[in-house]
C-alpha cells in the first residue's frame, strides 16, 4: 500500500459533488468512508452514509447547510447505499436524524417530506450482516418506506435518477455492489469495487473481473474520465487504474499456476492454499499471509471453476490442489 493521501474532511470535487469523509480511518478503510453530496441545489442525493461515527455528523451538516439554497425544500431526497457493508450503511440511522432535525430547525411551515432510501436487493442478509440491526434503528418518520416489508427501494441495472446518476450493477465485491455514473462530472463513482489507493477486496473473484471488465465496456457508451472511490483519493485515469486492477488479477492467478507447476514442499504429495501463499508471499511479513490466503482462496475457487485446478482434498488453508491438465 503507497502512502496514503491526506484527504480533507470536506472537500468540493465539482459544482456538483461534495466528499465528506466518514472519519472512520483504518487499514482497510484508508483515511476514512468517502459519502457524497451530489447535485447543484437542494434536495441532493447523498450516497452512502459511513459507518456511523459521531464526528461524521457535524461534518455532513456543515457541508449540507453550505450548500443548501432552498429553505421550503428538503436537504436530501434520496439516499443511495453502495452495498450492504456497515462502513458503507451504518451511519443511516444517525444521517436521517440530522436531516430531521434541520428541516424542524428551519420552522418554514412546510411539512417534512422524508428522503427515499436505495439499495440493490439482496435475495438473503449475509451472515455476517448488521443490516437488520441498522434498519431497527432508523428513526420513525424519517424516511419514506418502499414498502411495509422494506424500507429500500430497489436498485435496477440502468437506472437514472432525477439527478443524472444511473446505476451500474458491479457484484463481485459483495453480490448488491453498485456503481453510479455521474455524466456531468464525467466520472463513476466505484464504492470498493475499485479503491482510490491499492486493491480491492472480493466475495468472488469470477464475478468480480466480469464486473471490472463491464466497467470497461461501460466507458464505451457512457464517457467517464475519473473515479469517485468508496475508499481513497479521485483516480484521474480511471480507464488505466480498472485495466491495472485486472491485470493484477491475471498476473496473480498465473503464479499460482507457476507454483503447481512445481515439486510441493517438504515432499508433501501436493500444493495447499497456505503453501501456496507461503511461497507467493515468502518476502513479505507473515502478519500478511493470513489475510492473503482469503485472496489466493478465492483465487483457487474460481480456477476450479474454470476447470483448471482440482481439489485434491483437506479444507480450508489446508486444502490440497492439482492441476487437472497439464499446462
Known amino acids: 500500500m503507497d502512502k496514503l493521501e491526506v484527504l480533507s474532511s470536506i472537500t468540493r470535487l465539482s459544482p456538483s459533488v461534495i466528499r465528506v469523509l466518514g472519519q472512520n480511518p483504518g487499514k482497510f478503510t484508508l483515511q476514512g468512508t468517502n459519502t457524497y453530496i451530489i447535485g447543484k441545489q437542494n434536495p441532493f442525493t447523498l450516497v452512502d452514509t459511513g459507518e456511523g461515527k ?60 422524508p428522503p427515499r432510501l436505495h439499495k440493490y436487493p439482496l435475495s438473503q442478509t449475509p451472515e455476517r450482516s448488521n ?16 414498502s411495509e416489508s422494506s424500507p429500500f427501494h430497489d436498485l435496477h441495472n440502468g437506472q437514472e435518477f432525477s439527478s443524472s446518476i444511473r446505476v451500474l450493477h458491479t457484484p463481485g465485491h459483495t453480490r448488491d455492489s453498485i456503481c453510479l455514473l455521474i455524466p456531468e462530472d464525467r466520472a463513476l463513482y466505484t464504492a470498493d ?78 500444493w495447499t492454499t497456505w503453501s501456496i501463499v507461503s511461497k507467493i508471499y515468502e518476502t513479505y511479513p507473515e ?18 471453476s474454470d476447470g483448471i485446478v482440482k481439489r485434491v482434498g483437506g479444507e480450508g488453508v489446508h486444502t490440497s490442489w492439482g492441476l487437472n491438465a497439464k499446462l
Open 287 to 304: 502478519s500478511l499471509w493470513a489475510p492473503a490466503s482469503y485472496s489466493i482462496a478465492l483465487h483457487m475457487h474460481k480456477l476450479e
Open 131 to 146: 443490516l437488520p440491526s441498522i434498519m431497527d434503528s432508523l428513526p420513525p418518520d424519517s424516511f419514506t418506506r418502499a
Open 193 to 270: 469495487t475499485v479503491l482510490g489507493q491499492g486493491t480491492a477486496i472480493f466475495e468472488d473473484l469470477t464475478v468480480y473481473i466480469a464486473s471490472l471488465h463491464k466497467m470497461l465496456d461501460y466507458r464505451e457508451s457512457n464517457t467517464y474520465d475519473i473515479l469517485y472511490p468508496g475508499h481513497g483519493p479521485v483516480v484521474t485515469d480511471g480507464t488505466k487504474v480498472i485495466q491495472t486492477y485486472i491485470k493484477h488479477r491475471l498476473e496473480r492467478e498465473a503464479q499460482i499456476l507457476d507454483v503447481l507447476r512445481t515439486a510441493p514442499p517438504e515432499k508433501k504429495p501436493s
Open 54 to 113: 459521531e464526528e461524521y455528523i457535524p461534518n455532513l451538516e456543515s457541508a449540507l447547510k453550505d450548500a443548501t439554497t432552498n429553505v421550503d425544500s428538503p436537504d436530501v431526497s434520496d439516499i443511495i447505499v453502495s452495498h450492504w457493508h456497515g462502513d458503507h450503511i451504518g451511519g443511516l440511522p444517525s444521517v436521517l436524524a440530522l436531516l430531521r432535525r434541520l428541516w424542524d430547525e428551519r420552522q418554514s411551515g412546510v411539512p417534512f417530506k
